[in-house]
């Protein structure tokens, strides 16, 4: 049994202006150990997907539909008691930013203390020491000291080390990471990653990973799901994606990388603009901004199918396997050359 | 003692006289002072401190560095946004960095600035015809009809519908209003537009439309770019050189190529290092150089080489004690690093880099036992 399966995730929020599909049947499954990582634009529904797996929508605004087994139980329908006892211990987040994600009249090691005495019945003192424990584990310096110090004492990569100890700290089975080094340097976001790689080693937690950098997927993911308007594009593993993209869209994200390892005079860009979730696209809800757009596109909303013979590569496109082999073939092709 | 004579001085501007902006020994230090009545100043931030460069007419400069580093104060300097502390900053041949407000008013139409942050840098209460032709109206440039064509034509030009001429910024998404900041500097055909971290703010498609778009226009209008980023990508993508900066200074200046091929300053090679590279293949098995810490601050930097407490290849007795000059180091001649120990290859493992150090320092400890 997979430790998390989504099946035909549905969240739709209403607003004054309609009903917004932020996320419109999503499918995945996560392993124990596995890390995979989500990718798409803003507003493609990434974050919303896994706010509602962790129960944190607003439940009067929100309505959600499909399934989301942890461990065989749907959270969905779970009560909000039991997601309470979930969040934070068996499931962990960490937000996108540091800067917001702590409260500011708290002193650090009070707010670890009170995220682990909230699901076990320990002593202050020994919250307080595992406290301490993980504040060295995600590195940083002088722990003892900084147990006492407020989240303004922090710089922005410091912050985000904090939030990750604060998720960690009672060893979850899943850690959901949503875009944890945008806000960072390179450098703070390569000793991030480092961090998380080497925590999932040690504990063996799984690992969602929601980013837009797919330099950073590359680097830590073992499957990978596209997102494109609410919906699933492409899933596969990560070497298979690379390898053989099968969606004009993932061949837009990777052509529009500008790469260290490439020289490139014009980047492939994706025209115009991701679509509102209020009236999306009929048919294909890529087809204004594809390429290769063909008649049935614009009325036939593509499934999610399997490619011919490769397990576990999904694809959401009309294309024919040819075309799309070419293409892609193309595509790397280009990029091999620029590299060399 | 060749080292220090090595140390006395910065390898000299090379100027070939078609600089469009010389820049020499620049420094913004921000007071820092305390009391109410009398403000007595107590340290100063040394955001900039004594940066040279130079910039050549239709090239783009590309300035990286993390946050901290000084790269935007910089920029908010060249355009006199802020008086700088000390240094000179010629644009033209013109020595502007004394002028006063008035008189700085001709130049202000030939350097613009582009801003980071689409949602913040137009102003939400005025239309987008009013937004983009202000700078026309302010330096007088046609009469009314004529702006208004003029402003649909620069809409236009950056890819937006000249009908959205009444439109307020908020029905725009983020990649158009960065076209409008685009169109905004356009609009008094400037020499000189400083691009403060463009699109780090975009999502990657977006992000791609704009990179375009600055190229497309430095190819029709011969524009000359300062773009400053901390993606090293897109620094890459867009300049002809590069000048990355540490804590105020700069640490290492080239050739894009030669910049990312042969890095020399083991800061460069550790932010190079750490740019995560979309290719699993590649990706998996490369061992990133991890820096330990933050930028430390620049209230109190610290001494000799400013890099030297978070460097792999630190030489106790040497690189905290005697400031590395900014000198030629790489194989074309104008390739300059800010080093003791500069990188003798590239790529480099950690190992590699820290043996360098580990070596120096031994043979220090047996020449001092001795």
Redesign the interface.
């Known amino acids: 049994m997979p430790l998390l399966e989504v099946n035909d995730l549905k969240t739709y929020f209403r607003t004054d202006d309609g009903v917004v599909r932020a996320v419109d049947g999503v499918s995945f499954t996560v392993d124990k150990g596995q890390t995979l990582g989500i990718v798409g634009e803003s507003g493609s529904g990434k974050s919303v997907t896994c706010l509602t797996i962790m129960g944190l929508n607003n439940r009067r605004a929100a309505s959600s539909s499909g399934q989301a087994l942890w461990k065989g139980e749907d959270l969905l329908t779970a009560s909000s008691r039991r997601l309470r006892e979930l969040r934070g211990h068996e499931i962990a987040m960490i937000f996108q930013d540091p800067m917001t994600s702590l409260n500011p009249v708290h002193k650090i090691g009070d707010q670890l203390a009170e995220a682990m005495r909230l699901h076990d019945d320990v002593s202050k003192a020994t919250a307080r020491a595992r406290a301490l424990e993980l504040l060295k584990a995600v590195g940083i310096p002088r722990a003892e000291r900084r147990l006492d110090d407020y989240p303004h004492q922090f710089s922005g990569g410091m912050r985000q080390r904090v939030m990750i100890a604060m998720a960690l700290i009672n060893n979850p089975d899943l850690l959901i990471a949503d875009e944890p080094t945008t806000a960072l340097d390179v450098t703070t976001q390569a000793q991030i990653l480092a961090l998380i790689e080497r925590l999932q080693e040690e504990f063996g937690s799984a690992v969602i990973m929601i980013t837009h950098d797919l330099g950073v997927v590359a680097e830590i993911a073992d499957d990978v799901v596209v997102m494109y308007a609410a919906e699933i594009a492409e899933k596969a593993p990560v070497d298979e994606i690379f390898k053989r993209p099968h969606h004009p869209y993932t061949w837009g994200l990777m052509g529009s990388l500008p790469r260290l390892d490439a020289d490139v005079d014009r980047l492939v860009q994706i025209q115009g603009q991701p679509p509102s979730l209020l009236r999306p696209p009929s048919g294909c809800r890529f087809h204004p901004r594809c390429p290769y757009v063909m008649p049935v596109c614009r009325e036939q909303d593509p499934e999610l199918l399997q490619v011919p013979d490769v397990p576990g590569h999904f694809q959401a496109c009309h294309l024919d396997e040819e075309t799309k082999n070419r293409e892609a073939a193309k595509l790397l092709a280009g990029m091999m050359a620029e590299a060399s | 003692m060749t080292v220090q004579a090595e140390a006395a001085a910065d390898a000299p501007l090379d100027l070939r006289g078609d600089e469009l902006l010389v820049v020499e020994n620049l420094k913004k230090h921000f007071p820092i002072t305390r009391g109410i009545m009398f403000q007595k100043q107590i340290a100063s931030v040394r955001a900039v401190d004594g940066v040279t460069f130079s910039v050549r007419e239709g090239e783009t400069l590309g300035v990286v560095g993390?946050?901290g580093c000084g790269k935007s104060t910089m920029a908010r300097c060249i355009l006199k946004l802020l008086e700088p502390t000390g240094g000179s900053i010629k644009f033209r041949g013109h020595d502007i960095t004394r002028l006063s407000r008035t008189e700085m008013r001709p130049f202000r139409r030939e350097m613009m600035m582009i801003f980071q942050d689409p949602y913040a840098s137009l102003n939400p209460r005025k239309r987008v015809g009013f937004i983009v032709a202000e700078a026309l109206q302010v330096h007088k440039l046609g009469t009314e009809a004529e702006i208004k064509r003029r402003v649909q034509e620069l809409l236009q030009v950056v890819g937006l519908n000249p009908e959205h001429y009444n439109r307020f910024p908020h029905e725009f998404?983020?990649?158009?209003r960065q076209r409008i900041g685009v169109a905004r500097a356009l609009a008094v055909n400037p020499k000189l537009i400083v691009c403060d971290e463009p699109v780090s703010a975009l999502?990657?498609?977006?992000?791609?439309?704009i990179?375009?778009l600055l190229?497309d226009l430095q190819r029709d209008f011969g524009l000359t770019y300062v773009f400053i980023a901390?993606?090293?990508?897109?620094v890459?993508?867009?300049s002809d050189r590069v000048m990355v900066m540490y804590l105020g200074q700069i640490v290492e200046q080239a050739d894009r190529t030669g910049l990312?091929t042969e890095p020399k300053h083991p800061y460069t090679g550790?932010?190079?290092?750490?740019?995560?590279?979309?290719?699993?293949?590649?990706?998996?098995n490369r061992k990133?150089?991890?820096?330990?810490?933050?930028v430390p601050s620049p209230i109190n930097p610290p001494s000799a080489c400013r890099f030297h407490p978070r460097c792999p290849r630190f030489v106790e007795g040497h690189c905290d004690v005697e400031e590395p000059a900014l000198i030629r180091r790489g194989s074309a001649p104008n390739h300059v690093a800010k080093c003791h120990y500069p990188l003798e290859r590239w790529p480099m493992s950690e190992d590699e880099m820290r043996r360098v150090g580990a070596a120096s320092r031994a043979a220090a400890s047996t020449a001092s036992a001795s």
Not at chain 2, 230 to 234: G, T
């Open positions: 993390e946050s998404s983020g990649g158009q999502d990657v498609s977006v992000q791609a439309q990179l375009n190229k901390h993606d090293l990508n897109v890459r993508h867009i990312y550790a932010l190079l290092s750490a740019v995560p590279v979309p290719d699993p293949a590649v990706g998996r990133r150089l991890v820096l330990e810490g933050d």
